[in-house]
């Protein structure tokens, strides 16, 4: 059975940065496109940033695009997503999803195929 689980929220200070990862069971992402997504409270879920495995094809949501970075790890079942110079206004909780091809085109919440079950991320002013 593949599952995503996320990890590396917190709460942290306007200005500071957070790692998170994003580490998969059951499959690799040798061969998947890998893509964070945020969701804050009253809001609906939104893209964050997607990264195909093999490398080429990065896109970054504008409102953080510059400050996120999304990268492999050292092994083929892990992703990051770094962020710096957090804002109040990045406080969500943030899920990682697979989908198990690879793709160089933006893909929708709808075609991705895994989901993590979240970690919360708050930024305090």
């Known amino acids: 059975q593949v599952q995503l689980a996320e990890s590396g929220g917190g709460l942290v200070s306007t200005g500071n940065s957070l790692r998170l990862s994003c580490a998969a069971s059951?499959?690799?992402?040798?061969?998947?496109?890998v893509g964070w997504f945020r969701q804050a409270p009253g809001k609906e879920r939104e893209f964050v940033a997607q990264?195909?495995?093999?490398?080429?094809?990065?896109y970054y949501a504008d409102s953080v695009r510059g400050r996120f970075t999304i990268s492999r790890g050292n092994t083929r079942n892990t992703v990051y997503l770094q962020m710096n110079s957090l804002k109040p206004e990045d406080t969500a909780v943030y899920y990682c999803?697979?989908?198990?091809?690879?793709?160089?085109?933006?893909?929708?919440?709808?075609?991705?195929?895994?989901w993590g079950q979240g970690t919360q991320v708050t930024v305090s002013s």
């Open positions: 059951g499959r690799t992402f040798s061969s998947a496109t």
């Open positions: 990264m195909s495995y093999t490398g080429g094809s990065t």
């Open positions: 999803a697979a989908r198990w091809r690879l793709t160089t085109v933006l893909l929708s919440s709808t075609q991705y195929d895994s």
